[in-house]
């Protein structure tokens, strides 16, 4: 298992952006499949988008395809999620998740990551 630390939440207008970071501890971040969720009040989480190891792959739920982005970099053990056209219903406890499985699938299911943050709250005003 890898320690994850995410930053970057906060509090901003609709229409806004913020750009979350998720730190990880560990020598083999970069063959992790990583992945960002978020929970909003009194709702299940869900999956927000994922990345290969390579990054060369990315995936996104359908209600944040075109305006977020998620990207890492290797050297620096740190994934990014830059939040594009913020919306209302984007309020959420973000969180980050490592899979040390291959990329597939799974990879939008709570079940295949093994390691996960505490979260950081991203609240947006309308």
């Known amino acids: 298992q890898v320690q994850l630390v995410e930053s970057g939440g906060g509090l901003v207008q609709a229409g806004g952006s913020l750009r979350l970071s998720c730190t990880a501890s560990?020598?083999?971040?970069?063959?992790?499949?990583m992945g960002w969720f978020r929970q909003a009040p009194g709702k299940e989480r869900e999956f927000v988008a994922a990345?290969?190891?390579?990054?060369?792959?990315?995936d996104y739920a359908d209600s944040v395809k075109g305006r977020f982005t998620i990207s890492k970099r290797n050297a620096k053990n740190t994934v990014y999620l830059q939040m594009n056209s913020l919306e209302a219903e984007d309020t959420a406890v973000y969180y980050c998740?490592?899979?040390?499985?291959?990329?597939?699938?799974?990879?939008?299911?709570?079940?295949?990551?093994?390691?996960w943050g505490l979260g950081t709250p991203v609240t947006v005003s309308s």
């Open positions: 990345i290969s190891w390579s990054g060369g792959r990315t």
């Open positions: 998740a490592a899979d040390a499985g291959a990329w597939g699938p799974q990879r939008r299911g709570l079940g295949a990551y093994d390691s």
């Open positions: 560990g020598r083999t971040f970069s063959s992790y499949t």
